[in-house]
């Protein structure tokens, strides 16, 4: 955006000359290849010039880029053709491309050092959507809701779109001259003036770039900061072992799972897509179910599924741990346990019953169970969980180790510590990879000012951010899937990222950057990823099979290590504090957010307005607490609260959410964003940042939870911007949803499913269920139907983000979000059952349940959602007038209506001026051109992805093949990293949906109304613990 | 109906000396004058303001969309649907005094029923633009009608909404039929009497040539009666087929039997309160007391205590139902609207349909001008509540708790309501300055005049 002038550090889309045996075709075989010829590239460097002239930034045709990588997909169906590797624009047809057909290349994501295989769905030349790649082993084809929302980042026009000094917009060339000059006197002075501070990156590339860096630079300094994960294991395994190791979880294996506060089917935990996959397996009552116990400061995904669940504050979780150590050794006769400690809240007879159970649960499962641990926990939990678990005997069994990439490093915050102080003294060259520091800091580290002291601040980052504000030079980064690179995941299994398009607004990836600065002579990504790989990858065969395939097998090795004594734990006076803590004594919890991360994330309007797993606050974050907690501090569900913590304060409002513990506090980080975006909060924009920073309260001491918090409610409530519980907390609401919820979630103990396995069928009575006609359809062909197994679902909501991408559906803002004007088309719905303090929780996806009565068809009166033959509920946006009557009648309330037109004038808060303005254009290109734009006025809902349905028919019909099960996916459950969710043809017996369908725990929701859904839920069952029955 | 035809007002007349040129004279001088009174000025300055204010609100939703509104998930349909059923059995009254007690020979309805008509036709006017108002795309509710068209599109006959078309506009027609056929002679009346060419010309264009002969009048009657027939079905099948809307639907607190019924005694009584609202500062200011007397008032203030107590009969009938249905979202969904969140607007609707009518028991109160008005305000509040409660309140929470939500209506949604009485009351106001407000020729018939003898049939 910032000058006219061509910007001639981007690269031309050059074609390469094919190989010499090619080189003057006498028959071409395509224009493309006629066109290879240098006539042809000069007309195109011209072309390419004026166009930029008239538009610099423009995102019309010529962006709309393809890749045509080595090896990419096609590599193998155009074989008789040279290797290209550079970008062409779609108005020349490559041969074998039919226009309009999607295709999948494999890529990778890496987010804080957690990498997943990806399949990034391009149409014609625009990646729209990710799926997982199935053969990855850290997601085996599932993706988290932050990776469902990569793409909408992507084609945010709020990315950084030049390179700037001082405000003022330059261009890579200044860059790179002034870069020449200054980093040769940094090399020339052993680099000790020079930091680097970059956010936590799997890449061996910049793993290399590093080394060489050090190299040339022996004095610099790295910083890696990563502020949204704890280093608990990292730094616990070096106390247990003395040595950095990767903890790595079989879910498959553990009979028992006792989790500390940990999340290990988080999408960030490394390989956590693969543990909840395994996890869930071991949730299936027909097969030996796991026992799950969770013992954790709010709830969790893992905790969710538990079998028990016990909230108890964050800071008594290391008490809790030298009691479980005892009480274990004690058990299984482990010398060396801790001394039972005699915390005050140990000694609720709840939770001392509960530690018995558990010690006696563990030692009956020796090399059976597993113990874990959340990452923001100290070093000392993370000990005793290796010790528990090597004590158990799980180790090489359900827990195994790798080396930890970081091995030596002392903990994050320290590092950053370090370097502030010497920030603008020995420090006077810093440069920013990726991270945001100047916001993300603990706020006692003063990181922001003694930043503005050096003298010279470079950022890189995909956003002109509050770090990129506060820095000198501000260089755009290109998004991932815009630029070659590559990724190694927890297991190590390496893959290399492939751009999927030309990057939008001309950016570089951080091994780029790197490498220019450094002198290196590959510069460009895909020659600094060859570089890296030379001898691994150095037969190009290889290399474009592992770009295509997406993943090269590349196993760390398991180590296994030798269990030192551990020193005995001292219990401070927190840690012996009652269950109970008085105001000023409270707990601050600040953990990650589950959808804006450390807050990289906040300009996603996807994120920012998908409800969140508990609480289902959209928005914004709140200070969450217990009913308990909450009534003690005579506050009220949303009222306005100051937090007050080590002198700093802090205001937002308070949110009741059961289930959370006593005494404890929580506030997600990454909000009050000012440099975010139009989205997220910008200064400049005047966009009021959405929710408020965590950071202010965070001190380097204690990240992730601090005690001595003091609460003071404020006068004024608000109505909280969640998607669920508006309004219905009164009495009448509450005992309203309890005494329904056996109906809605039926749940039961593997004991009654044994003995009575369709409990769940007769959770209801009613009369028999007649029609006064006969079936109008009779499904002599396909019956598409769908469940939904309660029993996986751990609530991570990825099937949402999933399900928006895929059907382009409209983000509505905080504002038509608290009126009700939801647009999502699947829900996860929250229910919490019995003691509000402590609860147990249950998910339940609801999508349209393509009801085969259907209530919404019968009462339309220009008939604009009618039945299909096979079964779907197809709603024609064309012919609705917007009644409305349909989703009155629908007892699911899953129809969605446009109020106002999302699409073209809402969207989030960015208004829209219809498809006009250039942003409007970048972000239209995330639109899934198979799925209708819904225009204001009509009724929309979810179709089982209709869209997917046809193509696979017409593909089938056009092979002359019938249709095998597993060959349509719905976009929830291809991303559902639990499996919960089965799609099929239900008269197909054969079918994994037809036979779950006909599961003993299936039934239909509301089935009693004559509906009949096509969508079954199977029950949950629980294994519980008999003695704590 | 013998208690309310013994008491026929015309047999003892409040005043003898109503006789045929004082009727005429009465009613005609209405249109004559130069300058109505000073509070029609009023009346109508601030009725063509609300006016100004619902062509406002109606712009700016075309321009926007239903998102001004205070519209949610759950409760999709809000006060325009609301303000649809008002206004629809508000139209009740109309029809029912027309034609029903034309039919039962209630002659006392002669003084009442020529502005009722009216009102009935003013009151289908406004409900019939909400529907189209409230629907998502409003250059289309055309589609709801069977029009053969070139996209080979037919409406969808199951639904509710699509019987809705047929029952208010068969009502909408046979009510402006009706109205119009019985002021021709009164029409003939004015045009006798006008001064100006243009009213002659006017009047004279809409009294189709009548010239009072005794073979019209045999027509007149005639067709009078056959309408009057056709139109009597029509009052209790418009809102039957309203609450259709609801009771086939599958929430709770719409699936129910007993609202057919319900909520045609709740028309009639709206409707009636409406009257009442209506005739009391008519009759005040346009100097009418001589015809419209006391005693219809107190009339009317029967039949509004009757329907009150049907009304609350109903209320009361829910909460039995839903008990007795054993179905617990049933149960919930009526608990709900008495202690829920919504239970202001409950309690309000039972103040006002089921106490305030209550005061009609003492006939001191039947007969003071002053509660009859405001019992009518209040039951037309009552009545508007009625339909929020059954619309939004059993919206707002149905089966899934988690789909449960609060509606909160917008200051749009007040000005489109307030701009709808606005709609009502110009169309009223011109009615009463240019049209006959009382059936002159009707009333003629009852007067002491016409039964010297003292033969009253």
Same mark, same amino acid.
């Given at each position: ?180 000059? =200054?980093?040769?006197? &940094?090399? %020339?002075?052993?680099?000790? #003036? @020079? $930091? !680097?501070?970059?956010? /936590?990156?799997? *890449? ?103 079998? =028990?669940?016990?909230? &108890?504050? %964050?800071?008594?979780?290391? #008490? @809790? $741990? !030298?009691?479980?150590? /005892?009480?274990? *050794? ?121 930043? /503005? ?577 | ?457």
């Amino acid at each position: 955006m910032s000058s006219l002038k061509p910007d001639a550090n981007k690269k031309l889309p050059v074609v390469t000359s094919p190989p010499a045996e090619h080189s003057a075709p006498t028959y071409w075989k395509s224009l493309a290849e006629l066109e290879g010829r240098p006539e042809f590239v000069a007309r195109a460097r011209a072309e390419r010039v004026e166009d930029e002239v008239e538009s610099p930034s423009s995102p019309e045709r010529r962006q709309f880029m393809q890749i045509m990588s080595a090896g990419a997909a096609l590599a193998a169906a155009a074989g008789c053709r040279w290797q290209e590797d550079h970008m062409l624009p779609m108005s020349r047809t490559p041969e074998g491309r039919v226009a309009g057909e999607t295709r999948r290349f494999a890529t990778a994501c890496d987010i804080g050092g957690t990498t997943v295989g990806v399949h990034a769905i391009s149409y014609d030349g625009r990646p729209i959507k990710l799926e997982g790649n199935p053969s990855h082993p850290s997601n085996r084809g599932a993706l988290g809701l932050l990776h469902q929302a990569q793409v909408l980042e992507l084609y945010d026009p709020d990315r950084s779109r030049s390179p700037q000094l001082d405000g003022q917009p330059k261009t890579w060339v200044d860059f790179d001259a002034f870069a020449r000059g =200054h980093f040769e006197a &940094l090399k %020339a002075s052993g680099g000790g #003036a @020079f $930091a !680097v501070i970059a956010s /936590a990156s799997s *890449s061996p590339s910049r793993a290399a770039l590093r080394a060489r860096l050090t190299e040339l630079l022996p004095q610099a300094t790295w910083v890696e900061w990563e502020p949204g994960l704890g280093e608990g294991s990292r730094l616990g395994t070096q106390l247990a072992y003395g040595a950095a190791l990767l903890p790595h979880y079989d879910f498959a294996k553990a009979d028992v799972v006792v989790s500390l506060d940990a999340d290990p089917l988080d999408d960030l935990y490394p390989s956590g897509l693969a543990n909840a996959r395994a996890f869930a397996a071991r949730r299936d009552p027909d097969q030996p179910m796991s026992r799950v116990y969770a013992i954790e400061s709010a709830y969790t995904q893992l905790g969710s599924q538990a079998d =028990h669940h016990q909230p &108890l504050r %964050a800071e008594l979780i290391r #008490a @809790f $741990a !030298v009691a479980l150590d /005892a009480e274990v *050794s004690a058990a299984v006769g482990a010398s060396g346990a801790q001394p039972k400690p005699t915390s005050a809240a140990l000694n609720d007879p709840k939770i001392a019953k509960l530690l018995t159970a558990l010690a006696k649960d563990l030692a009956a499962a020796k090399g059976r169970s597993l113990v874990v641990a959340g990452e923001h926990q100290p070093p000392e939990v993370h000990a005793l969980v290796c010790r528990l678990n090597a004590i158990l005997d799980n180790v090489g069994k359900t827990v195994s180790y790798t080396e930890h990439p970081n091995k030596d490093a002392p903990a994050r915050v320290a590092q950053l510590e370090a370097l502030t102080a010497k920030l603008g003294s020995a420090v006077s060259t810093v440069l920013v990879l990726g991270a945001n520091p100047v916001y993300t800091a603990p706020q006692d580290l003063g990181f922001a000012a003694a930043y /503005a002291k050096v003298q010279t601040r470079i950022h890189v980052g995909t956003y002109h951010d509050e770090t990129g504000k506060a820095s000198g030079w501000h260089l755009p980064e290109a998004h991932w899937l815009e630029t070659w690179g590559d990724v190694r995941a927890a297991d190590g299994t390496l893959s290399i990222q492939q751009p999927l398009i030309e990057a939008l607004f001309g950016g570089r990836s951080q091994i780029e950057v790197l490498a220019s600065l450094l002198g290196e002579t590959h510069t460009r990504g895909l020659d600094i990823v060859k570089h890296t790989h030379r001898e691994r990858l150095a037969d190009p065969r290889k290399f474009r099979r592992t770009v295509h395939d997406g993943l090269i097998d590349d196993q760390l090795p398991r180590v296994s290590p030798e269990l030192k004594a551990l020193d005995p734990i001292a219990l401070g006076e927190r840690d012996n504090a009652p269950l109970d803590a008085q105001n000023g004594q409270l707990e601050l919890v600040l953990a990650a957010d589950s959808k804006v991360y450390d807050g990289r994330f906040g300009n996603s309007s996807w994120l920012q307005e998908l409800p969140e797993q508990n609480g289902k606050l959209a928005w914004g974050n709140a200070a969450v607490m217990s009913p308990a907690t909450a009534a003690a501090l005579g506050l009220t569900d949303g009222q306005e609260v100051t937090l007050t913590i080590g002198g700093q304060s802090a205001r937002t409002h308070a949110m009741i959410v059961p289930g959370t513990a006593r005494g404890s506090v929580r506030l997600t980080l990454g909000y009050g964003r000012t440099r975010a975006g139009r989205v997220g909060g910008h200064d400049e924009q005047r966009v009021e940042p959405v929710g408020i920073s965590g950071y202010a309260l965070q001190s380097s001491k204690s990240p992730y939870f601090a005690g001595g918090l003091q609460v003071s409610a404020g006068a004024g409530t608000i109505e909280l911007s969640a998607s669920q519980d508006v309004h219905t907390m009164d009495q009448l609401g509450r005992e309203g949803t309890q005494s329904r919820l056996g109906m809605i979630v039926r749940e039961g103990t593997v004991e009654k499913y044994k003995k009575e396995p369709d409990f769940a069928k007769h959770a209801v009575h009613h009369p028999p269920l007649l029609s006064l006609w006969n079936d109008p359809v009779v499904y002599d062909g396909h019956k598409w139907g769908m469940t939904i197994d309660l029993n996986k679902c751990i609530g991570c909501s990825a099937c949402i983000t999933a399900c928006q991408a895929e059907n382009n559906i409209p983000s509505v803002g905080a504002k038509n979000l608290a009126r009700g004007r939801e647009m999502l088309w699947l829900r996860v719905d929250r229910y919490f059952k019995g003691d509000p303090d402590n609860p147990e929780v249950a998910y339940q996806p609801l999508p349209c349940m393509q009801c085969e009565n259907a209530p919404c068809e019968q009462v339309c009166p220009v008939g604009a959602t009618m039945h299909s033959s096979e079964g779907l509920n197809d709603m024609v946006y064309n012919r609705c007038i917007g009644t409305r009557y349909c989703a009155n009648n629908c007892p699911y309330k899953v129809r969605r209506f446009n109020y106002l037109n999302y699409n073209l004038d809402v969207q989030a808060v960015t208004p829209y001026h219809g498809f006009r303005d250039e942003d409007a254009r970048i972000k239209a290109m995330v639109f899934n051109p198979e799925v209708s734009i819904r225009a204001r006025g009509v009724i929309e809902k979810c179709t089982f992805c209709v869209q997917r349905i046809q193509n696979v028919k017409i593909k089938a019909k056009n092979a002359k093949r019938s249709i095998k099960d597993g060959d349509i996916r719905t976009a929830c459950q291809e991303t559902c990293p639990t499996q919960a969710i089965e799609f099929g043809d239900l008269n197909d017996s054969g079918a994994k949906v037809a036979q779950l369908a006909h599961s003993p725990r299936s039934y239909g929701l509301l089935e009693e109304l004559n509906n009949r859904p096509r969508v079954r839920y199977l029950a949950r069952v629980k294994n519980p613990n008999p003695e704590l029955g | 109906m013998a208690a309310i035809s013994d008491v026929n007002p015309f047999v003892q007349p409040p005043k003898g000396d109503n006789d045929f040129a004082r009727v005429t004279d009465n009613v005609s001088r209405i249109a004559e004058v130069n300058r109505p009174p000073r509070a029609w000025y009023i009346a109508f300055g601030i009725s063509t303001s609300l006016l100004g204010l619902f062509g406002i609100s109606v712009a700016y939703l075309f321009w926007e969309g239903i998102g001004i509104w205070g519209n949610m998930n759950p409760s999709y349909w809000g006060f325009p649907i609301v303000n649809f059923v008002f206004w629809v059995g508000i139209g009740h009254a109309g029809t029912l005094i027309s034609a029903i007690l034309y039919l039962m020979r209630q002659t006392w309805r002669t003084a009442i029923n020529r502005f009722a008509e009216a009102m009935t036709i003013f009151a289908v006017i406004c409900a019939a633009v909400f529907p189209g108002l409230h629907v998502g795309r409003p250059w289309l509710p055309y589609w709801m009608f069977p029009i053969p068209n070139q996209m080979q599109m037919w409406p969808q006959f199951r639904s509710p909404l699509e019987w809705d078309v047929f029952a208010v506009g068969t009502y909408a027609t046979v009510s402006l039929l009706f109205w119009y056929m019985g002021m021709i002679p009164d029409l003939a009346t004015f045009r006798d009497r006008s001064t100006s060419p243009l009213r002659r010309a006017l009047y004279g264009a809409f009294a189709m040539g009548w010239r009072g002969s005794s073979r019209q009048w045999h027509r007149y009657e005639r067709a009078y009666l056959l309408l009057a027939a056709l139109a009597t079905p029509l009052v209790l099948s418009v809102h039957s087929v309203v609450s259709f809307d609801f009771a086939t639907s599958q929430m709770p607190g719409w699936h129910t039997t007993i609202f057919p019924p319900y909520f045609v005694a709740g028309a009639i009584f709206g409707g009636f309160a409406m009257v009442v609202t209506l005739a009391v500062p008519a009759r005040q200011f346009f100097g009418l007391k001589r015809i419209i007397t006391i005693n219809h008032l107190e009339l009317m203030s029967k039949i509004i205590l009757a329907t009150g107590m049907m009304v609350g009969y109903a209320y009361g009938m829910e909460f039995f139902i839903a008990w007795y249905s054993g179905s617990a979202y049933e149960g919930f969904a009526l608990l709900n609207r008495a202690v829920g969140p919504f239970a202001w607007s409950y309690w309000a609707m039972i103040f006002c349909n089921v106490v305030t009518p209550q005061v009609f028991w003492f006939k001191s109160m039947r007969r003071n001008v002053w509660v009859i008005f405001f019992v009518g305000v209040l039951v037309n509040i009552g009545m508007w509540f009625e339909r929020f409660v059954i619309i939004v309140t059993s919206g707002s929470r149905d089966f899934l708790p988690a789909s449960w939500g609060y509606f909160i209506p917008t200051a749009w949604d007040f000005a489109t309501l307030a701009g709808s009485f606005g709609l009502f009351f110009t169309l009223f106001l011109l009615f009463c300055r240019y049209l006959p407000m009382v059936a002159m020729a009707e009333v003629k018939a009852f007067v002491p005049a016409a039964h010297a003898s003292g033969d009253h049939h």
